[in-house]
């Protein structure tokens, strides 16, 4: 039996999903493994869904449970030219381990540029414009070839992704834009079973985790942890900032919407 999210558009096409779809099918995966919705995902997209991911613990879960299932998903990672040493060997490390090529995606602007023609060292004065011109632009891009984006989010990483779904969906361009579905398989996992898993399973992780670095971003805008802050708290020191917006510039389409 054919359900909403396999009912061929009269031209053969799937129908693009609705908000109030993506609600029943967000209800439906609370109660469903990350695998499970990762062959959904096949099933609906194929390679019009692809992985992005910056490395971190969950991201590498996804890209095992993926490489498990036997499901060929584009993997993607932004690359701002500001990446520490190890994450940049971390890469290559996981394209051997995992037998698949990973995309780069890196702004137009060198780092050298971006001095150039918005002054040096932008990141310390202005963070929110410096993440849009080198993370959020790129990603942007990215995205118009795609219908889901998979990511790596979970909901105990900082309150700010407390009430995040496992499948949300959003209008890329703004509110009169395509749409596109962002699919957080690992929405419900604590941070040990992610490392469990990693550990269980030798897949290479980023040596920064083992000096104290929870989350690891830029160079210039990461510190170490201490107990009990919340795993992104060593980013952007001395700002009032918690998200890079790579997660937040997208408006979001909720049932009500329809």
């Given at each position: 039996?054919?359900t909403?999210q396999?009912i061929?558009?009269a031209n053969?096409e799937l129908?693009?999903?609705?908000a109030?779809?993506?609600?029943?099918?967000n209800a439906?995966?609370e109660?469903?493994a990350?695998?499970?919705?990762?062959?959904w995902a096949?099933k609906?997209?194929?390679?019009?869904?692809?992985?992005?991911t910056?490395f971190q613990?969950?991201?590498?879960?996804m890209?095992?449970?993926?490489?498990?299932?036997?499901?060929?998903?584009?993997?993607?990672?932004l690359?701002?030219?500001?990446?520490?040493p190890?994450?940049?060997?971390l890469?290559k490390r996981l394209e051997?381990?995992?037998?698949?090529?990973?995309?780069?995606?890196?702004?137009?602007?060198?780092?050298?540029?971006q001095?150039?023609?918005?002054?040096?060292?932008?990141w310390a004065r202005?963070?929110?414009?410096?993440?849009?011109t080198r993370?959020?632009?790129p990603?942007?891009?990215k995205?118009?070839?795609?219908?889901?984006?998979?990511?790596?989010?979970?909901?105990?990483q900082?309150?700010s992704?407390a009430?995040?779904?496992?499948?949300?969906?959003?209008?890329?361009n703004g509110?009169?834009?395509?749409d596109?579905v962002k699919l957080?398989?690992?929405?419900?996992?604590?941070?040990?079973a992610?490392?469990?898993y990693?550990?269980?399973?030798?897949?290479p992780w980023?040596p920064l985790?083992?000096?104290?670095y929870?989350?690891?971003?830029?160079?210039?805008?990461?510190?170490k942890?201490?107990r009990g802050e919340?795993?992104?708290?060593g980013?952007?020191i001395?700002?009032?900032k918690?998200?890079?917006g790579i997660h937040?510039?997208m408006?979001?389409?909720n049932?009500?919407?329809?």
């Open positions: 039996m054919e909403l396999t061929p558009a053969g129908k693009p999903l609705t109030r779809e993506i609600a029943a099918l439906q995966f109660h469903q990350p695998e499970e919705i990762l062959a096949w609906r997209f194929e390679k019009k869904a692809a992985i992005g910056s613990g969950s991201g590498l879960v890209l095992h449970l993926a490489k498990m299932a036997g499901l060929s998903f584009p993997v993607f990672t690359d701002t030219g500001l990446l520490f190890e994450t940049l060997e890469h051997d381990f995992f037998g698949w090529k990973i995309e780069s995606i890196r702004p137009d602007l060198t780092v050298e540029q001095a150039e023609a918005l002054g040096p060292e932008l202005d963070p929110d414009l410096c993440c849009t993370k959020v632009l990603l942007q891009s995205l118009r070839e795609l219908d889901c984006w998979i990511t790596g989010l979970r909901r105990r900082a309150r992704r009430a995040i779904g496992l499948i949300e969906l959003y209008a890329l509110k009169g834009g395509p596109i957080n398989p690992l929405a419900n996992w604590p941070t040990e992610t490392w469990r990693i550990r269980e399973h030798k897949i980023n985790h083992d000096r104290g929870a989350s690891i971003g830029c160079m210039t805008c990461t510190r942890t201490a919340d795993e992104r708290a980013r952007w001395g700002f009032k918690v998200e890079c937040t510039f408006s979001p389409k049932d009500f919407q329809i």
